[in-house]
C-alpha cells in the first residue's frame, strides 16, 4: 500500500468512526433511557399534606413511615435528636397526644435533581391540650428535606423548630 492510499484509508476510518459515534449518540439521545423529569415545586410542597394528613391519623408508626430508614429528626418540641426509625415512633407518640394540625405559612421549595428536594419555610401548628382540651397554635420554621427512593419520596432530613421571637 502506497503513503497515500494508507492516508486514504485513515481518513476514510477515521471518518468512519466519528460517524458511527455520532450516530450512536443520536440514536442514544433520542430513543435511549430517557431520565425522569424533575418533580415540580407543587409536587414537592404537597409532600407535606401527605405527612399533616398522617398527623391527623393519630398513628404515630404511619407518620414515621413516610421518613427514611436513615432519617434524621430535629423535632419542635424536643431537645432529642431522632435518627432511627423507633427514636422517630417515639417522638411522634407524644407529639400526636396534643392532636397538631399543621398549615404552611410561607414555603420556599427547592428542587435539586429528579430525586431530591428540599421543602423549607415556616408553619404552624394548632395543639390541643389533651387533659383541658385547651387550644394552642406554635409557629415554627421547618426544612424537609425529601428523597425519592425506591419509587417513594421518603423524608430523609426534616428540622422544625420554634420561632425564636415568638
Not at 486514504?8 to 468512526?17: C, G, N, S, Y
Not at 458511527?20 to 440514536?27: I, K, R
Not at 427547592?110 to 430525586?115: F, M, P, Q
Not at 423549607?120 to 424537609?144: M, N, Q, S
Amino acid at each position: 500500500m502506497t503513503r497515500t492510499n494508507r492516508i486514504r484509508a485513515a481518513v476514510v476510518t477515521a471518518t468512519a468512526v466519528v460517524t458511527a459515534a455520532t450516530v450512536s449518540m443520536g440514536v442514544s439521545q433520542a430513543g435511549g433511557p430517557r431520565t425522569a423529569p424533575e418533580p415540580g415545586k407543587k409536587q414537592i410542597a404537597a409532600l407535606f399534606d401527605r405527612w399533616n394528613a398522617a398527623l391527623q391519623t393519630g398513628d404515630p408508626e404511619q407518620v414515621a413511615d413516610l421518613y427514611a430508614k436513615d432519617a434524621v429528626l430535629l423535632p419542635t418540641v424536643s431537645n432529642k435528636i431522632r435518627t432511627d426509625h423507633a427514636e422517630i415512633v417515639d417522638y411522634f407518640e407524644h407529639f400526636l397526644q396534643n392532636r397538631p394540625v399543621g398549615k404552611k405559612v410561607e414555603t420556599i421549595v427547592n428542587v435539586l435533581d429528579t430525586d431530591s428536594a428540599i421543602d423549607t419555610g415556616i408553619y404552624e401548628f394548632t395543639l390541643t391540650d389533651p387533659k383541658t382540651g385547651a387550644e394552642r397554635v406554635v409557629e415554627a420554621r421547618y426544612t424537609y428535606e425529601y428523597e425519592k427512593r425506591g419509587g417513594k419520596w421518603l423524608i430523609v432530613n426534616h428540622h422544625s423548630s420554634a420561632m425564636p421571637e415568638g
